[in-house]
């Protein structure tokens, strides 16, 4: 096994070198063009490969020119800004896809955008650091690289680490396994956090989580359990101010049931305009199914109350949510088998941290 690890990482660090030196060399020789920005970003990545997993395989170079590195900053920021919305958008392909394997290769998928994003991260930041050492750049523009590159990654992040437990469903695969083990110092010393142990942990937490659920939770109807958020801070629905580039975000929201048996998403686009419709879908926790069983119950959102449909979903206007903040309401979600037994959902933390970055971002930018 430890022999098959071993070809298959030379093999994928002797392709990236291959590529990395390619692309230097177009990068060197050519006159400047658009494309500087893109080939500069993929020999970043292949770099970073190199690092990550080629020392002791193959010879490579120990870092990019700075004008490459400079260069490789400005696409890795858009890009990032790229993976973070694929990020934010995998429970609506989840729920589009209903087939295990394929929901797997979703969540590796993004696991793979993520080892991308740090191989480049790593590449130009020592490239970065060799040319201060160098006198090639100055402190100034050196601290300004890292810090625009090091907040574009942290967002990602944010935005990742928002769908952790779909992520943490494929914490046993064998591709993670191959990462782990084909990584070098330091890096294997300092394992990033979706290759660590956390997505494990997410794993074992929501598995005992459900077990003691079934085992025996009191049912609380009405009940409001202390230290659950329940409210949505309003601000997100004010009215749309598009941010400085005119930019919208991809952004979800998720609530539990107070037994956690059941939850409910969803997904829009921030900031929200008032002829658009902020839908929720629910499903079951366990099974990651729509729960079938509450059509036809009632889910009641900001005092708006609507039917739960046959596609186990509802919708709520924007419009419609604006004017019932103006009156005072609260962003709640109530749901229950009849208008008169509703019980109080709490909003998943992360999710919501998330969406709060996302209209900070916007007010600072207003």
């Known amino acids: 096994m430890n022999g098959t690890r071993e070809r298959v990482h030379e093999q994928l660090t002797a392709e990236a070198r291959n590529e990395l030196n390619e692309l230097l060399a177009r990068l060197e020789s050519g006159e400047p063009s658009e494309q500087d920005e893109i080939l500069a970003y993929r020999a970043a990545r292949a770099l970073g490969y190199c690092k990550l997993f080629g020392t002791g395989y193959i010879a490579f170079p120990e870092r990019l020119p700075a004008p490459v590195a400079k260069r490789a900053v400005e696409a890795a920021v ?6 973070a919305v ?51 750049i100055e402190d100034r523009e050196y601290v300004d690289l890292v810090t625009r590159l090091s907040d574009a990654l942290r967002d990602y992040d944010i935005c990742l680490r928002s769908v952790a437990e779909l992520l943490s469903t494929v914490h046993e695969d064998s591709t993670l396994e191959l990462w782990r083990a084909g990584l070098t110092e330091p890096y294997r010393s300092l394992l990033p956090w979706w290759m660590g142990p956390e997505l494990a942990q997410i794993a074992e937490r929501t598995a005992r989580e459900v077990d003691e659920l079934l085992a025996g939770f009191a049912e609380r109807a009405g009940s409001e359990p202390s230290g659950l958020v329940l409210v949505v801070p309003a601000i997100l629905f004010r009215p749309a101010r598009i941010a400085a580039k005119g930019e919208r975000r991809r952004l979800s929201l998720k609530w539990y049931s107070p037994d956690r048996r059941y939850t409910a998403l969803s997904w829009f686009e921030y900031p929200l305009d008032d002829e658009e419709s902020m839908k929720l879908v ?14 036809g119950y009632y889910a009641q959102l900001a005092g708006l109350l609507h039917t739960i449909g046959e596609d186990v979903q509802c919708s709520f206007k924007v419009a419609d949510l604006r004017r019932q903040l103006e009156t005072g309401e609260q962003v709640r979600l109530y749901v229950g088998p009849s208008p008169e037994s ?25």
């Open 342 to 366: 509703l019980e109080a959902w709490h909003v998943d933390e992360e999710a919501l941290k998330v969406v709060e970055d996302a209209v900070d971002r916007d007010s600072a930018a207003s």
């Open 78 to 83: 858009e890009q990032f800004k790229q993976y």
């Open 282 to 295: 629910f499903y079951d926790s366990r099974s990651g199914e729509r729960a079938t069983e509450l059509r």
């Open 86 to 136: 694929s990020a934010v958008q995998l429970p609506r392909e989840w729920d589009e896809e209903g087939e295990p394997t394929l929901r797997d290769q979703l969540c590796l998928r993004r696991l793979h955008e993520r080892t991308e994003a740090q191989a480049v991260y790593v590449a130009v930041v020592e490239s970065l650091e060799a040319a201060l050492e160098d006198e090639e």
